[in-house]
């Protein structure tokens, strides 16, 4: 007998059919048991009238929360049933995986007469059991939603004819800086992980491939405990050719944007409002762009905020907090580009103006920075003079072949998958990704 899956039961009304799940919940009385069956689709709620089914005494008996059954019945309209208004009266109930009595709590349960309020377990300790954890219903609609958000992007690029590639994670020299990756034996020699799939993606621009896409890992050695940094993370990155300027490529994000939040909404908008608080909003285009220094002018007609100069050509991290009120404010919007960032804080791929100024800007959505994103310079004379001057010539050497025979202008941006999800679900980034990954955390 093929399973049935719960969202699709109410078409089978009155059918002998199989369901299978984890056991979300469990009453078993004198008389009468019942039981809450979850899956990936839904709940169902199974009905066992003891006096009827003798041959189920047995095996309830055993049965704990959260282990995993397969259940076998006819499923029955009953208006006082308040999952859908219908039930499953068993015929057969086989014990798939008895659980053992959980290590976490994954909710605070609140006290009643009899028990004790228990409080909810912390997100180390949750992570810790992150499988368990990741049974309840928001953790799963969290990558239901990151599903449809990177699907939608993916959508949206392969439309306008972008190829998908996947670059190599192992390389044999430092990303962009000799500092921030991971140093890994290599069989007779060192190598590291990558920080970044930029390189290769300009390569890819060399190729003649002209518009590419990449999700994938990213790696990054940094010992940052914040809620928003993690040392491995999914990037969503792309880079196209024959932009005229990098606001060619501003305008290909906020249209990324605004088309993956659209999707979001309508799959899943009532539900994140429901378990997160949270509205999606889908941004009007185009986005509000303002300089590094019109905004922190801003902040501090605002605000008060002020920075030392020394500090002026960069966005801060309470800058960059402080913008979501201001931008909100004075544009009715969730997202602000920030450009004309100083040269010596922007990677040397970066092309640059007349005056020297980088062409390129951060994107910040909701106080909180999601992409560096540029015109690179394609050019190999100019490439390497950069290169030079940040002293990297030597680190980058293999970089600089790829625009020694032609290249044509490009640009492009990446985003953290993680990051996008977090913000959007108001999370701490340890609950936006299936896995987290830390400076202490290596494990599950």
């Known amino acids: 007998m093929d399973r049935t899956y719960i969202s699709d039961v109410k078409d089978r009304l009155g059918e002998r059919i199989k369901v299978q799940g984890f056991v979300e919940n469990f009453r078993n009385s004198k008389s009468m048991a019942f039981i809450v069956l979850k899956d990936i689709t839904g709940k169902l709620q199974i009905t066992i009238e003891k006096e009827k089914s003798p041959q189920l005494l047995e095996k309830l008996d055993q049965l704990t929360g959260d282990s995993v059954i397969t259940v076998i019945g006819t499923v029955m309209e009953n208006e006082y049933v308040k999952m859908g208004g219908m039930e499953m009266i068993p015929e057969d109930l086989i014990l798939e995986s008895i659980a053992e009595a959980l290590p976490i709590v994954r909710k605070t349960i609140p006290a009643t007469k ?21 049974r309840t219903d928001e953790n799963q609609m969290v990558f239901k939603v990151q599903t449809v958000l990177v699907n939608a992007m993916r959508q949206f690029l392969l439309e306008r004819n972008f190829i998908e590639i996947h670059t190599p994670k192992l390389i044999g020299a430092a990303s962009e800086s000799g500092s921030d990756v991971f140093e890994v034996k290599y069989f007779d020699r060192n190598a590291y992980l990558a920080q970044s799939p930029q390189f290769y993606k300009q390569m890819a621009m060399a190729s003649g491939f002209e518009r590419i896409f990449e999700v994938g890992p990213v790696f990054r050695a940094e010992k940052s405990y914040t809620s928003k940094h993690t040392t491995e993370f999914t990037g969503f990155d792309l880079e196209f050719s024959y932009i005229e300027s990098f606001r060619d490529v501003m305008k290909m994000e906020e249209e990324l944007l605004k088309a993956a939040l659209k999707a979001v909404k309508e799959k899943y908008g009532e539900q994140i409002q429901e378990m997160f608080g949270l509205e999606v909003i889908v941004p009007e285009t185009p986005f509000p762009v303002v300089t590094l220094k019109e905004l922190y002018q801003g902040l501090e007609e605002d605000f008060g905020y002020t920075v030392d100069d020394s500090e002026k050509g960069d966005l801060t991290t309470d800058a960059e907090r402080l913008s979501f009120e201001w931008t909100k ?26 005056a020297g100024v980088p062409m390129g800007y951060d994107l910040i959505w909701r106080g909180v920075e999601i992409t560096t994103g540029a015109q690179r310079e394609h050019r190999y004379e100019v490439l390497k003079a950069q290169a030079d001057e940040k002293g990297l010539t030597e680190d980058v050497k293999f970089y600089l072949e790829f625009f020694r025979y032609g290249c044509p202008p490009h640009g492009g941006f990446g985003l953290g998958v993680d990051r996008l999800t977090m913000l959007l679900l108001g999370l701490h980034i340890k609950e936006a990704m299936f896995i987290f990954r830390g400076p202490n955390r290596l494990n599950p």
């Open 114 to 134: 009899k028990k004790k309020a228990l409080e909810r377990s912390s997100i180390d300790q949750r992570i810790d059991y992150r499988w368990i954890d990741l």
């Open 329 to 354: 404010k004075h544009f009715n919007h969730e997202f602000l580009f920030v450009t004309d960032y100083d040269a010596e804080k922007r990677a040397f791929y970066h092309m640059r103006d007349e």
